[in-house]
């Protein structure tokens, strides 16, 4: 089953208004999860890593008062895109790393964002 | 600053047939390598994870193999199916968890 889910997983606004997307771990506690952007049929960029006690760490170009970012617990971080533009559209995506074994990423289901 | 090229783009092959799917990478001081499937409007399903010390992995109908001192994995897909259809990504990692992924390449097997 799914270890990493996302909420909403589709989400439609006016332009202006500030959308948040969450992302939780479900069965693990992930101090550390990542943000990433999807444009339609390119690949996954990274935004930010959000770090559960202190603030993100953005990439190059991302606007981190356009997005902002919250890791509230072990569990939970959130993503605001704040007053949405419709370039803002996008799939977003989160991912939790989880040690031991595989070291593996898991990835959430991804948020569809359509801004009119 | 590490790229990942993935070949072909897209691919449309009739159901059977056997599949390669390829990805290069610049940098081949890796930790590791993960083949992704990404169904459309969907989320990443990791389907294999290649640590830098491995030269391959299999699950099922799927093996992936690395070599890291050319910059190179190859995904192979046995006896496709039109369930195969999807993206296939692959995302080399350095040190960090932090991952670069390739455009993927887009599969369609038509029954």
């Known amino acids: 089953g799914a270890v990493v889910s996302q909420h909403p997983s589709r989400v439609i606004c006016k332009s202006g208004t500030s959308v948040k997307i969450e992302c939780r771990s479900l069965d693990f506690q992930a101090t550390t999860m990542f943000w990433y952007r999807q444009f339609p049929k390119q690949s996954l960029m990274l935004m930010a890593t959000s770090n559960e006690g202190s603030k993100a760490t953005y990439e190059q170009g991302v606007e981190k008062d356009k997005f902002l970012i919250n890791h509230a617990s072990l569990t939970l971080s959130t993503l605001t895109v704040t007053s949405a533009h419709p370039e803002d559209s996008s799939f977003y995506i989160c991912?939790?790393?989880?040690?031991?074994?595989?070291?593996?990423?898991?990835f959430g289901p991804g948020t569809r964002l359509t801004v009119l | 600053k590490q790229e990942v090229t993935q070949i072909p783009a897209a691919l449309s092959v009739p159901e059977g047939e056997n599949l390669v799917l390829n990805c290069s990478f610049t940098d081949s001081a890796i930790y590791n390598l993960q083949w992704f499937r990404q169904d459309p409007g969907k989320g990443l399903t990791s389907l294999l994870l290649?640590?830098?010390?491995?030269r391959e992995q299999t699950s099922g109908r799927l093996n992936a193999s690395l070599d890291k001192s050319s910059g190179r994995s190859t995904l192979y897909i046995a006896a496709s199916q039109p369930g195969d259809s999807a993206t296939y990504l692959c995302a080399v990692r350095r040190g960090s968890y932090i991952p670069t992924f390739g455009r993927g390449t887009s599969l369609i097997v038509h029954p």
């Open positions: 991912s939790a790393p989880r040690s031991g074994g595989a070291d593996t990423q898991y």
């Open positions: 290649i640590q830098s010390s491995q």
